[in-house]
């Protein structure tokens, strides 16, 4: 029966200590006890043992005979087996990152991979070792382990696949390298996609070409996300996929509209991740591409259109050129939907770069006059929130001012005419010219810059919009300045008087969007009883009150309004949500009716 391990080590402690030892009886003492030492510790009892702690220290024990007696472990292959067993069961314990043994865990990892155990473990035919060990590597470096470990799992995966590559171990490291969390198991195999890309592109490439031409095989988790492993590949280790690629035209050319869809989708990833190169390393999938702009399905056409943001990249580059014309075709598509996300994605890529796309936004405005209300809706919005922006970047010295922009509004006002729909009616579109041009930060200098930039190119037609829209906003004053004369005659309060006011409500809410709300809002107005809210009426609708004076009434009467309403009606708890949404009503109404008193007075600087 061999010696327990303590009294081996004790027994070698005494004879090294022996003075004057020679080379050779170093060696043979340091060697022949290190035998018995490892006969010891690979006894079944110790290397099953249950508790954690006694197989951590059999496992630092044993990984320091084999570094000291490299290249030549003196173990059998069952025994190797059974202590790479424990290894890897040591390795799964990594996961505890806040245990006391950690640091000796980490030491026997970083051991195992310098002492390039696993091609002993390929050796010895531990196949499914090798296996159970890549999942555990990719389940506890999630856990925000020290770098070494992550280098040493790197090491150990690389020195494997650089021997064998199986389609189990493979599959291991494509799972890992497209999940949705990019954390650290999705690094490692990244890492090790662009450590062994040679050795690993035969059977990528298999499976990929699988993927796109055999589409009746089962589907798998890994082949219903084979166009996410491409993305993933092409920034790690793009030469993987240069044979798989050109094959990508077969889907673009598929009858399915469905996988003509997800073609695209990728395509249009793949040419913003390399910056549209993409299409010039690719010319025949870059050409089927472009044919997708007019595909037959509305659907792909649309998906063509999102991957026209890839051209945010680089506007000069040819192939974006390429994208941009066939957008530009899709502005005239007879599918209403597909027509108002090429108008979208031209004021996206317009915001992005406001000198690339100035002339395609014009095309783009022309949408304004199209057939369908929904387009000519959803295309005033776009251009308005994209003039917003543009006024903004000049503003902040971004951008300077651009004849294609300033005629935006010109093209904006002449929407007043199509009185069937209620969104471009005279009141709306006079709230649109005095709130939603601008940004609400933009200095009255810098919008009478822009009114006298694009009142311009104001033709005969857009003078008589404005004029239509000043008419009425005229009408709304006088209006008001009847209502204003006939509440100060407090003393005359009979019914004609009373009829003679209602009758001024009703005039001045027809200058609203929603009228029987603002007739009712006038009304709430009338019991108002602090006289200090009509001085201010009568100052904002006086025709000598500058866009500067306006602006500051405007904010304060926003700021005092609520607390002399709320302080006059001392409302009830129960009262008061009921009270609150009449206030907004009525501030709302107010807000509107003087809000673009300014935007006159900015006018008129104009003609100055």
């Known amino acids: 029966m061999p010696d327990s391990p303590e009294l081996v080590v004790r027994a070698l402690g005494k004879r090294l200590a022996q003075p004057r030892l020679g080379k050779d009886a170093l060696i043979k003492l340091l060697k022949d006890p290190l035998h018995a030492l490892s006969k010891s510790l690979v006894q079944t009892t110790l290397l099953n043992h249950k508790d954690k702690d006694v197989k ?58 310098a002492l390039r155990c696993s091609m002993i473990m390929l050796n010895i035919g531990c196949e499914d070792l090798i296996l159970d060990m890549v999942k555990i590597f990719f389940s506890t470096v999630k856990h925000g382990l020290q770098k070494s470990v992550h280098q040493a799992m790197l090491s150990m995966m690389t020195q494997i696949l650089n021997e064998k590559v199986t389609q189990s171990l493979v599959d291991v490291i494509l799972r890992n390298l497209v999940k949705d969390d990019k954390g650290a198991s999705h690094k490692l195999a990244f890492n090790i996609i662009e450590n062994c890309a040679d050795k690993l592109e035969p059977i990528i490439h298999s499976f990929l070409s699988s993927c796109i031409f055999n589409k009746d095989m089962p589907v798998t988790e890994l082949r219903r996300l084979y166009h996410k492993i491409i993305l993933e590949i092409f920034q790690c280790a793009p030469q993987i996929l240069f044979a798989v690629i050109p094959s990508l035209t077969h889907e673009l050319l598929s009858d399915q509209v469905d996988i003509r869809l997800e073609a695209v989708h990728l395509i249009g990833r793949l040419l913003a991740l390399s910056n549209l190169q993409f299409g010039q390393e690719n010319k025949m999938v870059f050409i089927e591409f472009l044919r997708r702009f007019s595909d037959k399905s509305a659907e792909v056409r649309i998906a063509a259109i999102d991957a026209a943001k890839a051209c945010y990249m680089d506007v000069s580059r040819d192939e974006a050129q390429h994208i941009l014309s066939s957008l530009e075709g899709r502005l005239l598509d007879f599918d209403e939907k597909v027509r108002i996300r090429a108008v979208h994605t031209v004021c996206d890529l317009a915001k992005s770069n406001l000198s690339s796309s100035a002339k395609l936004i014009l095309h783009a405005a022309e949408r304004l006059r199209d057939k369908k209300a929904s387009v000519r809706k959803n295309v005033m919005h776009k251009l308005l929130e994209l003039y917003r922006d543009y006024c903004e970047k000049c503003s902040k010295g971004t951008a300077t001012v651009n004849t294609h922009y300033e005629q935006i509004p010109a093209k904006l006002i002449v929407l007043c005419f199509d009185n069937d729909i209620e969104s471009f009616r005279p009141q709306n579109m006079e709230l649109i010219f005095a709130e939603e041009l601008f940004p609400f930060s933009l200095s009255p200098k810098e919008r009478a810059t822009h009114w006298i930039a694009f009142f311009s190119y104001f033709k005969p037609e857009h003078i008589k919009a404005l004029n239509i829209i000043f008419s009425q906003k005229r009408r709304l004053q006088l209006e008001m300045q009847t209502y204003l004369s006939l509440r100060a005659r407090k003393e005359e309060s009979s019914e004609e008087m009373q009829k003679r006011i209602r009758a001024a409500f009703r005039k001045m809410a027809t200058s609203f969007p929603d009228i029987s709300k603002a007739e009712e809002c006038f009304e709430n107005l009338h019991q108002m009883k602090d006289n200090n809210i009509f001085k201010d009426l009568d100052e904002l609708i006086n025709e000598g009150t500058s866009f500067a004076k306006g602006r500051v009434t405007r904010v304060a009467f926003r700021a005092t309004y609520w607390c002399r309403f709320w302080s006059q009606l001392q409302p009830r708890r129960e009262d008061q949500e009921l009270i609150k949404s009449s206030c907004r009503n009525v501030e709302r109404v107010l807000l509107q009716f003087f809000s673009n008193f300014g935007w006159g007075y900015a006018l008129r600087l104009t003609m100055k």
């Open 56 to 113: 951590l220290l059999v496992s630092v024990c044993l990984i320091e005979v084999m570094r000291v007696l490299a290249p030549d472990p003196p173990f059998s292959d069952e025994i190797l087996k059974e202590i790479f067993k424990l290894f890897i069961s040591i390795f799964a314990d990594l996961a505890e990152t806040s245990s006391p043994f950690l640091t000796r865990r980490m030491k026997i990892l970083e051991n195992v991979a």
